[in-house]
Protein backbone atom coordinates (compact mmCIF):
# COMPACT_ATOMS: atom_id res chain seq x y z
CA UNK A 1 0.00 0.00 0.00
CA UNK A 2 1.55 3.27 -0.78
CA UNK A 3 0.08 6.63 0.23
CA UNK A 4 0.43 10.27 -0.06
CA UNK A 5 0.07 11.68 3.13
CA UNK A 6 0.10 15.65 3.32
CA UNK A 7 0.81 17.34 6.79
CA UNK A 8 -0.23 21.03 7.70
CA UNK A 9 2.62 22.52 9.47
CA UNK A 10 1.31 24.67 12.28
CA UNK A 11 0.11 22.71 15.47
CA UNK A 12 1.21 19.80 13.34
CA UNK A 13 4.72 19.57 12.55
CA UNK A 14 5.45 22.49 14.72
CA UNK A 15 4.42 23.64 18.40
CA UNK A 16 3.53 26.95 17.18
CA UNK A 17 2.64 28.35 20.85
CA UNK A 18 5.67 30.01 22.04
CA UNK A 19 5.52 31.89 17.96
CA UNK A 20 2.71 32.51 15.99
CA UNK A 21 0.04 32.04 18.84
CA UNK A 22 1.88 34.18 21.20
CA UNK A 23 2.73 36.79 18.36
CA UNK A 24 -1.37 37.18 17.84
CA UNK A 25 -1.69 38.05 21.76
CA UNK A 26 1.60 40.21 21.52
CA UNK A 27 0.50 42.05 18.21
CA UNK A 28 -3.41 42.66 20.19
CA UNK A 29 -1.38 44.09 22.64
CA UNK A 30 1.32 46.39 21.50
CA UNK A 31 -1.45 47.78 18.91
CA UNK A 32 -4.20 49.18 21.45
CA UNK A 33 -1.43 50.15 24.19
CA UNK A 34 1.24 51.55 22.24
CA UNK A 35 -0.31 52.74 18.68
CA UNK A 36 -3.56 53.84 19.97
CA UNK A 37 -2.73 54.17 23.63
CA UNK A 38 -5.07 52.51 25.49
CA UNK A 39 -4.50 51.78 29.35
CA UNK A 40 -4.85 47.89 29.14
CA UNK A 41 -5.33 45.91 32.82
CA UNK A 42 -2.17 44.06 34.10
CA UNK A 43 -1.87 40.38 32.49
CA UNK A 44 -2.96 39.52 28.61
CA UNK A 45 -5.85 40.57 27.64
CA UNK A 46 -6.21 37.39 24.69
CA UNK A 47 -5.51 33.92 25.55
CA UNK A 48 -5.31 30.64 23.72
CA UNK A 49 -8.93 29.96 23.92
CA UNK A 50 -10.14 33.31 22.18
CA UNK A 51 -7.93 32.07 18.94
CA UNK A 52 -9.11 28.73 19.37
CA UNK A 53 -13.01 30.22 19.43
CA UNK A 54 -12.02 31.92 15.64
CA UNK A 55 -9.92 28.81 14.79
CA UNK A 56 -12.98 26.75 15.20
CA UNK A 57 -15.36 29.44 13.97
CA UNK A 58 -13.81 29.21 10.79
CA UNK A 59 -11.79 30.80 7.46
CA UNK A 60 -8.71 32.00 9.91
CA UNK A 61 -6.15 29.84 8.90
CA UNK A 62 -4.36 33.09 8.00
CA UNK A 63 -3.16 34.20 11.42
CA UNK A 64 -2.58 37.88 10.28
CA UNK A 65 -6.64 37.80 9.63
CA UNK A 66 -7.20 36.50 13.09
CA UNK A 67 -4.96 39.33 14.58
CA UNK A 68 -7.01 41.82 12.82
CA UNK A 69 -10.27 39.58 13.56
CA UNK A 70 -9.49 39.89 17.64
CA UNK A 71 -8.81 43.94 17.17
CA UNK A 72 -11.91 44.53 15.47
CA UNK A 73 -13.98 42.59 17.63
CA UNK A 74 -11.94 44.43 21.03
CA UNK A 75 -12.77 47.26 20.06
CA UNK A 76 -16.31 47.35 19.16
CA UNK A 77 -16.83 46.14 22.82
CA UNK A 78 -15.32 49.60 23.54
CA UNK A 79 -16.69 53.35 24.20
CA UNK A 80 -15.19 54.81 22.08
CA UNK A 81 -14.78 58.93 21.45
CA UNK A 82 -17.27 59.98 18.63
CA UNK A 83 -15.56 61.91 15.32
CA UNK A 84 -12.45 59.70 15.00
CA UNK A 85 -12.00 59.37 11.42
CA UNK A 86 -8.64 58.25 9.85
CA UNK A 87 -8.08 58.63 6.12
CA UNK A 88 -5.28 56.33 5.31
CA UNK A 89 -1.87 57.96 3.81
CA UNK A 90 1.01 56.03 1.91
CA UNK A 91 3.29 57.35 4.22
CA UNK A 92 3.61 54.99 7.69
CA UNK A 93 4.79 58.32 9.53
CA UNK A 94 1.83 60.35 8.70
CA UNK A 95 -0.97 57.23 10.05
CA UNK A 96 0.95 57.01 13.01
CA UNK A 97 1.02 60.88 13.45
CA UNK A 98 -2.74 60.60 12.95
CA UNK A 99 -3.30 57.45 15.35
CA UNK A 100 -0.99 59.12 18.06
CA UNK A 101 -3.57 62.47 18.21
CA UNK A 102 -5.98 60.43 19.74
CA UNK A 103 -4.06 58.75 22.11
CA UNK A 104 -5.24 60.87 25.33
CA UNK A 105 -8.67 60.66 24.33
CA UNK A 106 -8.26 56.78 24.46
CA UNK A 107 -6.39 56.34 27.65
CA UNK A 108 -9.22 58.06 29.18
CA UNK A 109 -12.23 55.71 27.58
CA UNK A 110 -13.13 53.10 29.31
CA UNK A 111 -11.50 49.41 28.76
CA UNK A 112 -13.02 46.04 29.73
CA UNK A 113 -10.26 43.65 31.64
CA UNK A 114 -10.03 41.43 28.84
CA UNK A 115 -12.05 39.76 26.04
CA UNK A 116 -14.75 36.73 27.63
CA UNK A 117 -13.84 33.51 25.71
CA UNK A 118 -18.18 32.90 26.41
CA UNK A 119 -18.86 36.29 24.98
CA UNK A 120 -16.55 36.19 21.85
CA UNK A 121 -17.80 32.51 21.18
CA UNK A 122 -22.01 33.58 21.51
CA UNK A 123 -20.78 36.52 19.04
CA UNK A 124 -19.61 34.34 16.59
CA UNK A 125 -23.09 32.32 17.41
CA UNK A 126 -24.77 34.88 15.91
CA UNK A 127 -23.11 35.36 12.71
CA UNK A 128 -24.91 33.41 9.94
CA UNK A 129 -23.30 30.45 8.28
CA UNK A 130 -22.36 32.15 4.74
CA UNK A 131 -19.70 34.60 6.24
CA UNK A 132 -16.62 32.50 7.71
CA UNK A 133 -13.19 34.66 8.18
CA UNK A 134 -12.47 38.02 8.90
CA UNK A 135 -14.89 39.50 6.37
CA UNK A 136 -18.25 37.88 8.87
CA UNK A 137 -16.13 40.15 11.66
CA UNK A 138 -16.10 43.35 9.53
CA UNK A 139 -19.90 42.80 8.61
CA UNK A 140 -20.61 42.16 12.22
CA UNK A 141 -18.87 45.29 14.10
CA UNK A 142 -19.31 49.36 14.03
CA UNK A 143 -17.29 51.96 11.92
CA UNK A 144 -15.51 52.87 14.81
CA UNK A 145 -13.62 49.53 15.18
CA UNK A 146 -12.76 49.30 11.45
CA UNK A 147 -11.62 52.75 11.21
CA UNK A 148 -9.29 52.23 14.16
CA UNK A 149 -7.64 48.60 12.57
CA UNK A 150 -4.70 49.54 10.04
CA UNK A 151 -4.49 46.80 8.39
CA UNK A 152 -4.51 45.89 4.64
CA UNK A 153 -2.51 47.46 1.60
CA UNK A 154 1.26 47.81 2.23
CA UNK A 155 3.60 46.66 4.77
CA UNK A 156 5.40 49.44 4.69
CA UNK A 157 2.64 52.07 4.98
CA UNK A 158 -1.06 50.98 5.79
CA UNK A 159 -0.87 47.26 6.89
CA UNK A 160 0.59 48.32 10.53
CA UNK A 161 -1.11 45.37 12.04
CA UNK A 162 0.74 42.85 10.28
CA UNK A 163 3.86 44.85 10.01
CA UNK A 164 4.26 44.40 14.18
CA UNK A 165 3.29 40.74 13.48
CA UNK A 166 6.48 40.25 11.17
CA UNK A 167 8.68 42.08 13.20
CA UNK A 168 7.66 39.89 16.04
CA UNK A 169 7.24 36.58 14.32
CA UNK A 170 10.69 37.03 12.27
CA UNK A 171 12.90 39.83 14.91
CA UNK A 172 15.08 42.29 13.19
CA UNK A 173 17.73 40.40 11.00
CA UNK A 174 14.92 38.32 9.46
CA UNK A 175 12.70 41.38 9.44
CA UNK A 176 14.65 42.91 7.47
CA UNK A 177 15.61 39.92 4.82
CA UNK A 178 12.28 39.37 4.51
CA UNK A 179 11.25 43.06 3.39
CA UNK A 180 14.53 45.20 3.21
CA UNK A 181 12.94 47.17 5.76
CA UNK A 182 14.31 48.34 9.19
CA UNK A 183 12.21 46.89 12.28
CA UNK A 184 9.96 49.96 13.72
CA UNK A 185 8.12 48.78 16.79
CA UNK A 186 9.60 45.09 17.66
CA UNK A 187 13.24 45.19 18.68
CA UNK A 188 13.21 41.44 19.87
CA UNK A 189 14.39 38.05 18.86
CA UNK A 190 12.04 36.68 16.31
CA UNK A 191 9.35 34.17 17.69
CA UNK A 192 10.26 31.60 15.57
CA UNK A 193 13.02 30.39 17.41
CA UNK A 194 10.77 29.32 20.01
CA UNK A 195 9.12 26.71 17.13
CA UNK A 196 9.84 23.16 18.82
CA UNK A 197 9.02 19.47 16.94
CA UNK A 198 5.74 18.21 17.61
CA UNK A 199 6.65 14.81 15.50
CA UNK A 200 9.97 13.35 15.20
CA UNK A 201 12.09 13.28 12.32
CA UNK A 202 12.46 9.67 12.55
CA UNK A 203 8.60 8.98 11.83
CA UNK A 204 9.10 10.91 8.40
CA UNK A 205 12.24 8.84 7.51
CA UNK A 206 10.23 6.01 8.59
CA UNK A 207 7.38 6.39 6.80
CA UNK A 208 9.28 7.28 3.32
CA UNK A 209 11.11 4.20 3.79
CA UNK A 210 7.94 1.93 3.71
CA UNK A 211 7.73 4.22 -0.08
CA UNK A 212 5.15 6.52 0.89
CA UNK A 213 5.12 10.27 -0.31
CA UNK A 214 4.62 12.84 2.30
CA UNK A 215 3.72 16.81 1.34
CA UNK A 216 3.01 19.83 3.38
CA UNK A 217 0.27 21.67 3.12
CA UNK A 218 0.48 24.85 5.25
CA UNK A 219 -0.25 28.18 5.42
CA UNK A 220 2.30 29.45 6.10
CA UNK A 221 4.52 31.46 3.61
CA UNK A 222 7.41 29.67 1.98
CA UNK A 223 9.65 32.18 3.19
CA UNK A 224 8.92 30.94 6.94
CA UNK A 225 8.37 27.68 6.16
CA UNK A 226 12.09 26.89 5.21
CA UNK A 227 14.10 28.50 7.82
CA UNK A 228 12.52 25.99 10.36
CA UNK A 229 12.36 23.11 8.04
CA UNK A 230 15.97 23.86 7.78
CA UNK A 231 16.93 24.38 10.84
CA UNK A 232 15.12 20.85 11.97
CA UNK A 233 16.73 19.09 9.00
CA UNK A 234 13.54 17.73 8.16
CA UNK A 235 13.33 19.23 4.06
CA UNK A 236 14.19 16.27 2.61
CA UNK A 237 11.43 13.78 3.43
CA UNK A 238 8.94 16.22 1.83
CA UNK A 239 8.55 16.05 -2.05
CA UNK A 240 5.66 18.28 -2.14
CA UNK A 241 5.28 21.94 -0.29
CA UNK A 242 2.58 23.77 -1.15
CA UNK A 243 2.97 26.89 0.91
CA UNK A 244 -0.22 29.90 0.66
CA UNK A 245 2.07 31.66 -1.87
CA UNK A 246 0.48 29.42 -4.12
CA UNK A 247 -2.60 30.07 -3.06
CA UNK A 248 -2.08 34.09 -2.78
CA UNK A 249 -1.24 33.92 -6.61
CA UNK A 250 -4.57 31.40 -7.61
CA UNK A 251 -6.67 33.96 -5.89
CA UNK A 252 -4.95 37.00 -7.70
CA UNK A 253 -5.47 35.46 -10.94
CA UNK A 254 -9.16 34.94 -10.42
CA UNK A 255 -9.27 38.33 -9.27
CA UNK A 256 -7.34 39.37 -12.32
CA UNK A 257 -9.94 37.31 -14.60
CA UNK A 258 -13.42 38.13 -12.51
CA UNK A 259 -12.86 41.24 -10.66
CA UNK A 260 -13.86 39.32 -7.55
CA UNK A 261 -11.81 38.87 -4.55
CA UNK A 262 -12.25 35.19 -3.03
CA UNK A 263 -10.49 33.00 -0.70
CA UNK A 264 -9.10 29.78 -1.72
CA UNK A 265 -6.94 29.10 1.93
CA UNK A 266 -8.62 26.19 4.24
CA UNK A 267 -10.97 25.01 4.37
CA UNK A 268 -11.86 25.51 0.59
CA UNK A 269 -9.77 22.52 -0.78
CA UNK A 270 -7.82 24.32 -3.06
CA UNK A 271 -4.53 23.71 -1.60
CA UNK A 272 -5.32 19.88 -1.09
CA UNK A 273 -5.98 19.62 -4.71
CA UNK A 274 -3.02 21.42 -5.74
CA UNK A 275 -0.91 19.39 -3.19
CA UNK A 276 -2.35 15.93 -5.10
CA UNK A 277 -2.01 17.13 -8.58
CA UNK A 278 1.76 18.18 -7.91
CA UNK A 279 2.61 14.22 -6.17
CA UNK A 280 1.45 12.99 -10.01
CA UNK A 281 1.13 9.30 -8.63
CA UNK A 282 -1.05 7.00 -8.23
CA UNK A 283 -1.53 6.05 -4.31
CA UNK A 284 -4.22 3.66 -2.12
CA UNK A 285 -5.06 6.56 0.44
CA UNK A 286 -4.85 10.34 0.25
CA UNK A 287 -4.08 11.43 4.39
CA UNK A 288 -4.25 14.90 5.36
CA UNK A 289 -2.98 15.19 8.92
CA UNK A 290 -4.18 18.78 10.52
CA UNK A 291 -5.13 20.06 14.01
CA UNK A 292 -8.16 22.34 13.21
CA UNK A 293 -11.12 21.83 12.25
CA UNK A 294 -11.00 23.94 9.23
CA UNK A 295 -8.23 21.46 7.94
CA UNK A 296 -10.65 18.39 8.60
CA UNK A 297 -13.39 20.65 6.33
CA UNK A 298 -10.80 20.71 3.94
CA UNK A 299 -10.17 17.43 3.39
CA UNK A 300 -13.90 16.49 3.57
CA UNK A 301 -14.40 19.51 0.61
CA UNK A 302 -11.62 17.97 -1.30
CA UNK A 303 -13.26 14.40 -1.48
CA UNK A 304 -16.01 15.44 -3.92
CA UNK A 305 -13.47 15.19 -6.31
CA UNK A 306 -10.63 12.43 -4.94
CA UNK A 307 -13.20 10.39 -3.09
CA UNK A 308 -9.79 8.43 -1.67
CA UNK A 309 -8.63 11.64 0.90
CA UNK A 310 -9.07 10.91 4.69
CA UNK A 311 -8.76 13.59 7.39
CA UNK A 312 -6.48 13.00 10.43
CA UNK A 313 -6.78 15.55 13.22
CA UNK A 314 -3.65 15.57 15.35
CA UNK A 315 -3.93 16.98 18.88
CA UNK A 316 -0.64 16.28 20.99
CA UNK A 317 -1.90 18.53 23.83
CA UNK A 318 -4.48 15.61 23.92
CA UNK A 319 -6.89 18.47 24.15
CA UNK A 320 -10.36 16.62 24.78
CA UNK A 321 -12.64 19.94 23.82
CA UNK A 322 -10.67 19.91 20.43
CA UNK A 323 -10.64 16.54 19.87
CA UNK A 324 -14.08 16.46 19.70
CA UNK A 325 -13.76 19.57 17.56
CA UNK A 326 -11.76 18.08 14.55
CA UNK A 327 -14.43 14.89 14.77
CA UNK A 328 -17.10 17.05 14.41
CA UNK A 329 -15.48 18.55 11.57
CA UNK A 330 -14.87 15.55 9.57
CA UNK A 331 -11.66 13.72 10.99
CA UNK A 332 -11.63 9.88 10.38
CA UNK A 333 -9.61 9.55 13.61
CA UNK A 334 -7.62 11.64 15.82
CA UNK A 335 -4.15 10.94 17.13
CA UNK A 336 -2.46 12.38 20.28
CA UNK A 337 1.07 11.46 20.18
CA UNK A 338 3.50 10.89 17.31
CA UNK A 339 3.38 6.83 17.40
CA UNK A 340 -0.38 6.68 17.39
CA UNK A 341 -0.21 9.00 14.41
CA UNK A 342 2.72 6.73 13.00
CA UNK A 343 0.44 3.51 13.36
CA UNK A 344 -2.28 5.00 11.79
CA UNK A 345 -0.20 6.40 8.40
CA UNK A 346 2.17 3.58 8.23
MG1 LIG B 1 -2.34 24.09 11.92
Known amino acids: MKHLILFDVDGVLFDVSGSYRSVIIRTVEYY ?128 IVRRIFQEAYLGRKCFRRAYGL ?43 LMPTMDRFQMDMYFSVVVPVDVVWKEEKKKYQRTGRKISLTKPNPFSLVYAIQAAKGRFDSVFYVGDQPDDMRAARNVRKRYPKVKAIGYVPDKDRARIQQLKKAGACVVANDARSLFEILS
Open 32 to 159: LKRILGFKLPRGHIVCGKDIDALKYFGGFNDDWDLTAGLLYYYLDLLDLPSGVLLKRSNDLEVNLHQLSRWKKEFRASAVPERIQTRRLKKFLENIPCRHRGLDAIIRSVGDKAKNLVFYGGKLESTN
Open 182 to 224: TSKFIKSNGAYLKEKPLIPKTVFKKLTEQGHTLGLVTGRPRSE
